[in-house]
């Protein structure tokens, strides 16, 4: 085996002998970081799973949108695509746009209908994201809490012991700060997370805000009266099983 193999098998283990023979103080602040940690990493692969979804189908959304002949095509294909924000920001739109008759008689609410459906959407890919702040923002503190508690354990121990030695104090220390190690391995996961999935729904909120104003242009354009309306043509309706797959 591996010199490294070896060095890392001696160091893990010492580290589960240091949780084990830690007070019960310590590992109950350790049961509760353990808990915060678990929750983040949860938080953290559904979020990325959520906003991966969400780019590739925003992506494949608007290149559809560009590519369509008519706001109807899109309308009728658009749930295909429903991780996507863009999506919910069309639908918000159209289904004004259908209320006022098919004539975009007020621009102004078409633009509020855009904006409520991109505000639902930011609202919706931020959820459980505080979780994430709020670890990274505690967890070093509770761990602290434990590591100065381990401390002043293990000083009351030297003191009754009366061997002011560093080898009689050293132990204690060490469990001490397991809880510190602890504290920092839940919150810097975390940290990264957040700030990454922040700049993220960040991107997808300017990117709605952009796509809403495409949208008004689209029904500002001049159009006729409503009328009945023959199928999407064969090239788009190819156009929208490639895309979808």
């Known amino acids: 085996m591996p010199d490294t193999a070896v060095l890392a098998l001696g160091v893990g283990g010492e580290i589960v002998q240091l949780v084990l023979q830690s007070g019960p103080v310590a590992k109950i602040v350790l049961g509760v970081l353990l808990l ?11 979020k990325w799973s959520t906003l991966r979804r ?19 095509d899109v309308a009728s294909v658009a749930e295909q695509f429903r991780p996507s924000p863009l999506v919910t920001v069309f639908e918000g739109a159209y289904e004004e746009y259908r209320r006022q008759g098919g004539v975009p008689r007020n621009i102004t609410a078409l633009q509020r209908a855009t904006q409520i459906a991109a505000s639902e959407e930011v609202t919706r890919l931020e959820r459980r994201l505080p979780w994430l702040a709020t670890t990274g923002a505690v967890t070093p503190f509770i761990g602290l809490f434990g590591t100065v508690w381990g401390i002043i354990d293990a000083f009351q121990g030297l003191g009754t ?4 030695t560093l080898r009689a104090v050293a132990p204690g220390i060490s469990e001490a700060l397991i809880t510190t190690a602890a504290g920092l391995a839940a919150a810097i996961p975390a940290v990264i997370a957040y700030n990454a999935f922040s700049h993220q729904i960040k991107e997808f909120a300017t990117r709605s805000d952009d796509f809403a104003l495409e949208l008004l242009n689209a029904f500002e354009r001049p159009s006729t009266p409503p009328q ?3 199928p999407a043509p064969a090239a788009y309706r190819n156009y929208v099983a490639e895309v979808r797959d």
């Open 54 to 72: 969400a780019r590739v189908q925003s992506g494949r959304f608007a290149r559809l949108f560009h590519k369509a002949p008519r706001l109807q």
């Open 228 to 230: 009945p309306q023959p």
């Open 36 to 46: 915060f940690s678990l929750f983040s990493w949860a938080i953290i692969l559904s």
């Open 161 to 164: 012991a009366g061997a002011a």
